[in-house]
């Protein structure tokens, strides 16, 4: 094989339209997280949900903008379900600190606060 055509191989395997769908999963996946924030860790941390669902609705509003409604609603199902079995594999107890200092690593302080009451 040519080396134009082994680099146009690996032009294709990274085209505009994966990075597109791979953007649009991770845009998904953060707002069924702040969807299901109180429901997931409610029982371990504080959970500012008017702050999760002001989050989730900008990133929701983002991604039928930028995507269409048809496929945001797909990648926020689709991450709804990867989350929850996730959680269901791993447990919510271990998987729930570890969502809260990614999110604070992220400069979200506001979602999850404090151990509950």
Same mark, same amino acid.
């Given at each position: 094989? &040519? ?6 191989? +690996?032009?294709?395997?990274? &085209? ?8 649009? &999963? ?20 504080? +959970? ?15 991604? +039928?903008? @930028? ?5 945001? @609603? ?12 996730? +959680? ?11 969502? @809260? ?7 979200? &302080? ?8």
């Amino acid at each position: 094989m &040519s080396l134009a055509l082994a680099g146009a191989c +690996v032009a294709l395997s990274f &085209s505009p339209a994966a990075a597109q769908d791979g953007a649009l &999963s991770a845009l998904g996946r953060r707002a069924a997280l702040l969807n299901i924030a109180d429901q997931l860790c409610g029982g371990f941390y504080e +959970v500012d949900t008017a702050a999760a669902e002001r989050r989730a609705f900008r990133l929701s509003t983002e991604g +039928v903008k @930028r995507y269409g409604a048809d496929r945001f @609603r797909s990648a926020l199902s689709d991450g709804t379900a990867a989350l929850l079995a996730e +959680v269901r594999d791993g447990g919510a107890a271990t998987w729930c600190p570890r969502y @809260r200092d990614s999110l604070r690593r992220a400069g979200v &302080s506001d979602v999850i606060g404090g151990p509950a009451l």
